[in-house]
C-alpha cells in the first residue's frame, strides 16, 4: 500500500500549482481522499478531503483554501488532484496525500510561494 505525491515547486505569488497523488495496493475507488499540509515547525493541517465516487465525491475545504483551491479524483489513473490557484506564501508548506480510513500517509512534496 503506498501513496506517491508528485508537482510541487515554487512558485510566484498568485500562481497555480497542480499535485497530483497516486495510488496502489487498495481499492482506490472506495476511499475517501484527503490532502494535509505541513508548515515549518506546525503541525499538520486539513486542506481538503473528497469522499468515495460511491457517496458522490463530496469535496470539504479548510477555510484558508476555500475558494482557492480544488480537489478531485480520476478512479481510472487510482489518483487524487490538489489544483491550487492565487497562491499565498502562507501556503507554503509540505503537502502529504492521506488515506483517512487506512492511516496511509505519502511522503509529501514543497510547496514554496515565493517571489
Known amino acids: 500500500v503506498q501513496l506517491v505525491e508528485s508537482g510541487g515547486g515554487l512558485v510566484q505569488p498568485g500562481g497555480s500549482l497542480r499535485l497530483s497523488c497516486a495510488a496502489f495496493g487498495f481499492t482506490f475507488s472506495s476511499y475517501d481522499m484527503s490532502w494535509f499540509r505541513q508548515h515549518p515547525g506546525g503541525g499538520r493541517e486539513s486542506v481538503a478531503t473528497i469522499t468515495s465516487s460511491s457517496i458522490g465525491g463530496i469535496t470539504y475545504y479548510g477555510n484558508s483554501v476555500k475558494g482557492r483551491f480544488t480537489i478531485s479524483r480520476d478512479n481510472a489513473k487510482n489518483t487524487v488532484y490538489l489544483q491550487m490557484d492565487s497562491l499565498k506564501p502562507e501556503d507554503t508548506a509540505v503537502y502529504y496525500c492521506?488515506?483517512?480510513?487506512?492511516?496511509?500517509w505519502g511522503q509529501g512534496t514543497q510547496v514554496t510561494v515565493s517571489s
Open positions: 492521506n488515506v483517512p480510513q487506512l492511516s496511509i
